[in-house]
């Protein structure tokens, strides 16, 4: 059975296969984990490297290598932004819809690309406003479906704060 977890880490440090980033639909960078993970790869040749990709739909994902991050792949996701003032539950619905999209796809990218670990931010919960209760409930159930047959061992949910973490923890734990 493979393990998912949740850590409290920096996830441009983490040694696994694939990391996800939590990008834009331009791909040219931007804060938050993208950010980071620009600093960290490399920022010149990563945007070298999404350049040619053509942006990315928002629920979908695009790959680049990992440059110089221990990973080595990284999945560039574009989650939804949370605005549901401009559209109630038929909105909500939608983003729902296109962080699941995110996960799902980087899912397939991970067995496409024979990876047996892959670790995960929280999409869309920092900038783009998505309440984390609801977006890791999301993340987790994706993540689990997707599993069966994917040939991989080890799934983590890379938190940034204690309380991220917290959630994860609890419904990893089926609290
Ligand atoms: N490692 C792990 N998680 C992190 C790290 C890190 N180094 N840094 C931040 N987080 P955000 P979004 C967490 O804003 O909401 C960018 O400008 C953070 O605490 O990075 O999808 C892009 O270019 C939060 O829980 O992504 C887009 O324009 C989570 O990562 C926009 O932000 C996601 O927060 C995307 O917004």
């Not at 938050?32 to 010149?44: L, P, Y």
């Not at 490297?49 to 990315?56: D, I, K, M, V």
């Not at 047959?149 to 734990?173: N, P, T």
Request: overall charge positive; glycine content about 10%; some cysteine.
């Amino acid at each position: 059975m493979p393990t998912l977890e949740a850590a409290l880490a920096d996830i441009t440090m983490l040694h696994v296969d694939a990391i996800v980033n939590a990008a834009n639909t331009k791909l040219k960078g931007g804060g938050g984990v993208d950010g980071a993970i620009h600093r960290a790869a490399g920022k010149a040749e990563l945007l070298a490297a999404t350049a040619p990709l053509g942006g990315c739909a928002t629920g979908d994902a695009k790959v680049t290598s990992g440059l110089r991050l221990p990973a080595k792949w990284i999945f560039h996701a574009v989650g939804p932004v949370w605005s549901v003032s401009r559209g109630g539950e038929a909105a909500m619905q939608n983003a729902d819809r296109l962080l699941a999209g995110c996960y799902r796809r980087c899912m397939e990218l991970a067995r496409e690309h024979g990876c047996r670990s892959i670790a995960f931010p929280a999409i869309s919960t920092g900038v783009y406003r998505f309440p984390p209760d609801r977006a890791a409930r999301i993340a987790v159930k994706t993540v689990q479906d997707a599993l069966p047959g994917s040939g991989m061992e080890q799934v983590i949910f890379c938190c940034f704060s204690s309380e991220a973490k917290r959630i994860y923890q609890d419904l990893l734990e089926g609290a």
